[in-house]
């Protein structure tokens, strides 16, 4: 299993929906996650991160954390065309930081 | 402050020239990171320097070499460029490790080699 893993999608939610994006990581990362926004052309930006078991929120987005399973989930409610874009999960791996390949969302107005 | 800092934004090369990209930082962050993007493969790591002075590979170092030749520069080198390494090439930075979670980013070179 690669560290940090993600459906490529792409994913089409409609505009105003729940958008749920996924990542399953391995025993070898630490046990920080991080979700990164990056539009088109351009360089990726952290939205969110998350420490502990259970729920974050910041307005529209929601990480969520359940390392039973070994998961991370980013929400975002209320779903704006201006969120299309590719969300990448990424984890601490020792000293460095390892990326997923990323999801590609796509919100339809 | 700029953040962070790349140079060139695009560049095309000839199979078997080389070049050097350069990446600085203003934010004082310890750790630095070359990381390239290649349609559906996602970031991956080239190379970092956790520190002033140390450097390590990453998931695909073959064919790049780096120096670490202060806190705020970090550079990537081709020697020998070939069409395999086509890609946008990203430099960041970032405190991980010294209370800060946040890896910034610079805006990218976009490199074709023919």
């Known amino acids: 299993q690669k560290e940090v893993e993600q459906n490529s999608g792409p994913l089409s939610v409609p505009e105003g929906a729940i958008a749920s994006l996924n990542c399953t990581y391995s025993?070898?990362?630490?046990?920080?996650f991080f979700w990164y926004r990056q539009y088109s052309g351009k360089s990726p930006e952290l939205i969110m991160s998350?420490?502990?078991?259970g729920d974050k929120e910041d307005g529209r987005f929601t990480a969520q954390l359940n390392k039973a399973s070994q998961y991370v989930s980013l929400l975002i409610r209320d779903s704006q065309p201006s969120d299309s874009a590719t969300y990448l999960c990424?984890?601490?791996?020792?000293?460095?930081?390892?990326f997923g390949k990323g999801t590609r969302l796509h919100i339809l107005p | 402050n700029a953040g962070v800092t790349q140079t060139p934004k695009f560049q095309v090369l000839k199979t078997g020239q080389s070049m050097t990209l350069q990446c600085a930082q203003d934010m004082n962050h310890n750790s630095m990171y070359w990381y390239r993007q290649d349609p559906g493969m996602g970031l991956r790591l080239i190379y970092y320097s956790a520190s002033e002075g140390t450097t390590d590979k990453g998931e695909v170092p073959n064919g790049y070499n780096v120096s670490r030749l202060n806190k705020r520069e970090f550079s990537l080198r081709l020697e020998s460029a070939a069409p395999s390494q086509t890609s946008v090439y990203f430099c960041a930075s970032s405190d991980w490790g010294q209370g800060s979670d946040t890896q910034y980013f610079g805006p990218g070179t976009r490199l074709t080699v023919l």
């Open positions: 998350i420490y502990s078991n």
């Open positions: 025993d070898r990362v630490s046990q920080s």
């Open positions: 990424a984890a601490p791996l020792g000293d460095k930081i390892i």
